[in-house]
Structures are given as C-alpha cells and as structure tokens.
T-cell receptor, first 113, second 117 residues
Framework: AQSVTQPDIHITVSEGASLELRCNYSYGATPYLFWYVQSPGQGLQLLLKYFSGDTLVQGIKGFEAEFKRSQSSFNLRKPSVHWSDAAEYFCAVGPSGTYKYIFGTGTRLKVLA | GAVVSQHPSWVICKSGTSVKIECRSLDFQATTMFWYRQFPKQSLMLMATSNEGSKATYEQGVEKDKFLINHASLTLSTLTVTSAHPEDSSFYIC?????????????FGDGTRLSIL
C-alpha cells in the first residue's frame, strides 16, 4: 500500500542553524512529491514539488528538497533557519495518474532564538 | 496566483444545526476540489473529492449524508455538515487543483475551525 512516513514528530533547531526534515514514501513507481507548510490555525502552503527531472528541487522561502529514488526519500532542507519557519511541515505523495494526495503525519518545527 | 479562499474561518454552533463551509478558487477555475479533515496535531484526512457538475466521491468511512458536498461552479464548492454533533468538531480544509493536469499541485484554503457545542 502507498504510504508516507515522516519519522520525526518534533524537531527543535536554533535560529541560523541548518535544517533537514525527513520524508520516506512507499510506492511502486515514481510519484509526485510535495512539501507543504502549515502555520497554526491555517491552511497549507506549497513549498515545493517534484515530478521528474532534476532531483534537487528549489522551493520558496529558501527551502530545497532532494529526491533519492534508491532511498525512497524526499528530504526537505534549509541552510539557515529563521524564527518565522516555526510551523508544521507535511510531506505528501501524489501517485502519478491520480489526483489524491497521501500526507505524512507531519513534523512540528520549533526554532530557538 | 492560485489563491483558494475558505469561509468562514471559525464557526461555533449548537448541536443539531447544519453548517455550510464555502471554498472558492479566486483566480483560477477548479474542476476538482478536495475536502480534508484534520484533528488536533494530526495529519490531513481526505474526506471527499468534489468535481464540478457531478456528484462528489467520498472516501471510505465518510458519511455522505452527513457531509454534503456541492460543486455547482468552477470556482465554488461547499461542504455542509448536517445535524452537527460535538464529534464533528474539527478543522476542515479545502483544496483545489488548477485545471485537469495531474501535474498541477493542490492549493489549500486557510481552513475552517468548526466547534459544536
């Protein structure tokens, strides 16, 4: 069955430090991959997406993600975290040929001043 | 671009009443919209897929008579929670996809927090 795993429920980093949020998926073919961010009490904002091509994807707010087929991973990175990055981050998989997303359970990021 | 507006953002009502939530695509046409439910500190669970001009497709376990979905135009989908009870209290989020190309990502509204007393 298709699934998305975000192993880290909570992550705390200091402002200015680098960040990596993990996402692993289970799917037979190459899916469409997304990272969304959710601030408290709000909807989701798309950070970046991967469909094909270059496996390193640049997104908004200085985020990037790398697709690694051999590891079935799509980890999100940012070289220097800002206090405003504190939020919940969701990885999502959209199996190709369908329109339904499967969301991971989310990683809550806390940023220390 | 690709802005999705959801209204209301917060609603509190008495048990037994019906509540309607609107989801609008402001600057694009959305043939397909999606309704999700999110419990506190949990992920999003897809409730149903709303297609303009046709009946919604509900996920397994979602009561279609409880959660009525109407997608009468290319820019508006509504979710009506009928005879709401406290267990229906949740955060409801809609999303819309630009066009019919599956390559297009879903764009999300800001959600509606529903509290049933």
């Amino acid at each position: 069955a298709q699934s998305v795993t975000q192993p880290d429920i909570h992550i705390t980093v200091s402002e200015g430090a680098s960040l990596e949020l993990r996402c692993n998926y289970s799917y037979g073919a190459t899916p469409y991959l997304f990272w969304y961010v959710q601030s408290p009490g709000q909807g989701l904002q798309l950070l970046l997406k991967y469909f094909s091509g270059d496996t390193l994807v640049q997104g908004i707010k200085g985020f990037e993600a790398e697709f690694k087929r051999s590891q079935s991973s799509f980890n999100l990175r940012k070289p220097s975290v800002h206090w405003s990055d504190a939020a919940e981050y969701f990885c999502a998989v959209g199996p190709s040929g369908t329109y339904k997303y499967i969301f991971g359970t989310g990683t809550r990021l806390k940023v220390l001043a | 671009g690709a802005v999705v507006s959801q209204h209301p953002s917060w609603v509190i009502c008495k048990s037994g009443t019906s509540v309607k939530i609107e989801c609008r695509s402001l600057d694009f046409q959305a043939t397909t919209m999606f309704w999700y439910r999110q419990f506190p500190k949990q992920s999003l669970m897809l409730m149903a897929t709303s297609n303009e001009g046709s009946k919604a497709t509900y996920e397994q376990g979602v009561e279609k008579d409880k959660f009525l979905i109407n997608h009468a135009s290319l820019t508006l989908s509504t979710l009506t929670v009928t005879s709401a009870h406290p267990e229906d209290s949740s955060f409801y989020i809609c999303s819309a996809r630009v066009g019919a190309n599956p390559n297009q990502p879903q764009h999300f509204g800001d959600g509606t927090r529903l509290s049933i007393l």
